[in-house]
């Protein structure tokens, strides 16, 4: 009989998940884990390729914190009235992103730096937000920008597929893009 392999994810309560254990499922079972329940992620090479979420968060986190420290460094304060600031960073491309995972990672990011009064604040549009946030010593609210308008826009900032290949053309006279890097549910 035919079986796939997987491997648990519960890591920290499940000795499989631990061990990393690569475990046979019988074709048709439940694709589970026998010790505690918990969803397999298929392994092998017919195994689909998955989103690294996580990978992408911690991507994103570098980026956020790159932009903050180039910023502090290089532009000084920025002034803010009433509830609206100037944006001290601003990310633009996935929606994928940029719908949540982007402006709780920016939340997390000021509360991180102890800034007082974070908020998430709408945009212009639906598929824009401004996360800001006083931080020590300042005067005035600092923000970060998400425009979330689809990663057609973002290749410069935040994508979450693969390049197309219409898309390379357009920015071939910045030279070879390629990092090597691929977070695309694609493979």
Do not use: Y
Not at 20 to 28: A, H, M, N, S, T
Not at 29 to 52: I, M, Q, W, Y
Not at 101 to 110: R, S, T, W
């Amino acid at each position: 009989m035919a079986t796939r392999q997987g491997r648990c994810r519960n890591f920290g309560n499940c000795e499989a998940s631990n061990k990393q254990q690569v475990i046979p499922v019988p074709q048709g079972a439940d694709f589970t884990c026998p010790e505690c329940g918990c969803d397999l992620t298929e392994v092998g090479s017919a195994a689909p390729r998955k989103h690294n979420g996580v990978l992408a968060g911690i991507i994103l986190a570098i980026l956020l914190s790159v932009g903050f420290i180039a910023w502090k460094a290089l532009s000084g304060k920025h002034s803010a009235t009433g509830g609206s600031s100037k944006a001290t960073l601003t990310l633009s491309g996935s929606n994928t992103i940029g719908a949540s995972l982007g402006p709780a990672l920016a939340e997390a990011f000021l509360k991180d730096q102890a800034a007082i009064d974070v908020r998430i604040l709408p945009g212009e549009n639906a598929e824009e937000r401004t996360v800001q946030g006083t931080l020590p010593g300042d005067a005035s609210a600092s923000a970060i920008r998400i425009a979330a308008h689809g990663s057609a826009t973002a290749f410069v900032d935040m994508a979450s597929r693969r390049i197309k290949p219409e898309e390379a053309a357009k920015l071939s006279s910045l030279g070879d893009l390629w990092c090597g890097i691929n977070l695309s549910r694609e493979g």
